[in-house]
């Protein structure tokens, strides 16, 4: 079992920059693929990004492709999200994930441990 806890959030005008970070307990986070969800009020939540747990591969939403850049340090047991160029509808809770599932999947069913989310907020 693996405890998430997003941190990071804030207010910042559009075309800023935020990184967040995503902290795990447990010895085996190393063996989780984890993801970065977002839900904005009013909208379900919707998949934003993945890595494996070998950080050799990843996945991006179209919507944040070549702004976002996920990354994960094992030795550190966090997971980190760069956010560039940000817009208004980026504007979410950002929430972290972890899925033993050895693919990265855009499902939030496929990943069993959350974090408690971290609010973005990108004014115009």
């Known amino acids: 079992q693996v405890q998430l806890v997003e941190s990071g959030g804030g207010l910042v005008q559009a075309g800023d920059s935020l990184r967040l970070s995503c902290a795990a307990s447990?010895?085996?986070?190393?063996?989780?693929?984890m993801g970065w969800f977002r839900q904005a009020p009013g909208k379900e939540r919707e998949f934003v990004t993945g890595i494996s747990w070998s950080r050799d591969t990843t996945y991006y939403a179209d919507s944040v492709k070549g702004r976002f850049t996920i990354s994960r340090d094992n030795a550190k047991n966090t997971v980190y999200l760069q956010m560039n160029s940000l817009k208004p509808e980026d504007t979410a809770v950002y929430y972290c994930?972890?899925?033993?599932?050895?693919?990265?999947?855009?499902?939030?069913?496929?990943?069993?441990?959350w974090g408690q989310g971290t609010q973005v907020t990108v004014s115009s």
């Open positions: 447990g010895r085996t986070f190393s063996s989780y693929t």
């Open positions: 994930a972890a899925s033993t599932d050895g693919r990265i999947s855009s499902y939030s069913r496929e990943y069993a441990y």
